[in-house]
């Protein structure tokens, strides 16, 4: 019998929306969180008759590295797979090829890949409420026409973009800090995907943090942000890349 599976790394949501809106027009799945540092991934195994949406952020035109060592731990067992790439509207380069030959290295079989905008998590003006109704009915429509291909007997990986090698990956350049509203309440710590805050929250471990943004998304108290003059040199370094409206991609 067949399983779908939302194999997801959304530190802050955006890549869970599109994922989710994207599995609408497939079928109900099993969410598997990539974000989860406690999980055992290698004790995860699919079948070859699964189908799984694999989703993740782009981190300046790569697929975080974190996520990338998670997946490649799943046993997919020649199980096919949908890649979604999300990004807050400037470009994703080389992150699609990046998580196909992951999933390739996983076991997978990869069928489709999808890109799809989202608030930027850091600069939020970038793709604002992205992705919004008009991007959900289009995934919708994506998971169709793939629910469809696979019905319909669809092997084989589409020509997915991006260059190998990968361009090099920049650092962690916007590590959030600790205000004065922080209540030790641990919640980022528990958090963070890479383990990097003390566990009250007090302190970051900068060589560790992913810039993710998911201590400040899930801070109750939002005590925990980022350099407002960090964030407005970046908000200009990409604005001319970011200030057209792209729509989401399917490669079918």
């Avoid at 992150?95 to 196909?100: G, I, V």
């Avoid at 469809?148 to 990968?166: F, M």
């Avoid at 710590?189 to 943004?213: E, H």
């Amino acid at each position: 019998m067949k399983k779908y599976w939302n194999i997801q790394f959304s530190p802050t949501g955006g890549t869970e929306k599109a994922a989710r809106a994207l599995l609408s027009g497939l079928g109900e799945a099993e969410t598997l969180d990539l974000c989860n540092a406690e999980k055992d991934f290698s004790a995860v195994k699919l079948s070859a008759e699964d189908l799984a949406v694999i989703a993740m952020p782009s981190y300046g035109g790569r697929a975080p590295a974190v996520a990338i060592s998670r997946l490649k731990e799943i046993k997919g067992c020649g199980a096919k797979c949908v890649l979604l790439c999300v990004y807050g509207n400037r470009a994703y380069e080389d992150t699609l090829a990046e998580m196909e030959d992951a999933a390739n290295a996983a076991g997978f079989q990869v069928i489709a890949a999808v890109a799809e905008v989202a608030e930027h998590s850091i600069i939020r003006k970038f793709a604002a409420g992205r992705p919004d109704e008009k991007d959900a009915g289009q995934l919708k429509d994506f998971g169709v026409r793939i629910a469809r291909a696979v019905n319909e007997g669809k092997t084989g990986a589409p020509a997915i973009p991006g260059n190998r090698p990968y361009k090099k990956s920049g650092g962690a350049g916007l590590v959030p800090k600790t205000g004065k509203a922080c209540i030790s309440c641990g919640k980022c710590a528990a958090a963070c995907p890479v383990k990097a805050i003390s566990a009250d929250g007090k302190s970051t471990d900068k060589s560790r943090c992913i810039s993710c943004m998911r201590c400040v998304a899930q801070c109750p108290k939002q005590a925990r942000t980022v350099s407002g003059i960090m964030v407005g040199i970046a908000s200009m370094a990409i604005k001319k890349e970011c200030s057209k409206e792209k729509l989401a991609e399917l490669y079918l």
